[in-house]
């Protein structure tokens, strides 16, 4: 078991191009996260998948944000057009769970994304 | 919604003192609770967590908390701390995703 795995660790942008960022979740784990973090707050919900289905999307997901998780293994988290605004820690988690708590949650070590 | 509540955004203490982290939550269900850990430029790791059964959770490094229903509370505690527990701490609750609160930063001073 290696743990939850992020790619790239860090990225800088120029405003108004797209990213994408990569997470490999620990094997056999169904659940998926993706979650936000700015300096100084707690990281923020954003969405999660059970196996490849997308089960609920935070409200600060916007339109530019699109997450896949196309075989239930690894997800892609992608944002177009980026903004300074999006400029943040970009964590992903994996968790083994069926019941509304979704299990114990491990996290990646984050996609640090700096927008110029 | 659920929400938490840390109380503290900056604990300072001396080595082998003990610590307190407070955190309060809000929540209209069952609730799953949590304390994660994020030392510079890490990710977060599991302290603890409270699922069921008995109130008082051990957790690693010595970090323990007690979930107390009627207070909404769920503190994180260790009774002499090292210099290498300086870091950054979360309480979160489960829902779909955890929701966080906004992070106690612990410093240990010799």
């Known amino acids: 078991d290696t743990g939850v795995s992020q790619d790239p660790r860090h990225k800088i942008t120029k405003r108004g191009q797209n990213v994408t960022f990569r997470c490999d979740p620990i094997s056999e784990h169904n659940r998926l996260y993706w979650y936000r973090q700015t300096l100084g707050q707690g990281p923020e919900f954003l969405t999660y998948?059970?196996?490849?289905?997308?089960?609920?999307k935070s409200r600060l997901l916007s339109d530019r944000f699109s997450a896949e998780r196309p075989k239930g293994s690894f997800s892609t988290l992608e944002i177009q057009r980026t903004e300074q605004g999006d400029s943040a820690m970009y964590l992903c988690?994996?968790?083994?769970?069926?019941?509304?708590?979704?299990?114990?949650?491990?996290f990646g070590p984050g996609t640090r994304l700096t927008v110029l | 919604a659920q929400s938490v509540t840390q109380l503290d955004s900056q604990v300072p203490v001396f080595e082998e003192a003990p610590v307190e982290l407070r955190c309060n939550y809000s929540?209209?269900?069952?609730?799953?609770l949590f304390w994660y850990v994020q030392y510079p430029n890490q990710g977060l790791q599991l302290l603890l967590k409270?699922?069921?059964?008995?109130?008082l959770v051990k957790g690693i490094n010595g970090f323990e908390a007690e979930f107390n229903k009627s207070q909404t509370s769920f503190h994180l505690r260790k009774p002499s701390v090292h210099i290498s527990d300086t870091a950054e701490y979360f309480c979160?609750?489960?829902?779909?995703?955890?929701?966080f609160g906004e992070g106690t930063q612990l410093t240990v001073n010799p």
């Open positions: 979160a609750v489960s829902d779909a995703g955890l929701t």
């Open positions: 929540s209209s269900v069952s609730v799953y």
């Open positions: 998948f059970q196996n490849e289905a997308q089960l609920e």
């Open positions: 409270y699922l069921s059964g008995s109130t």
């Open positions: 988690a994996s968790s083994h769970g069926t019941s509304s708590a979704g299990g114990t949650q491990y």
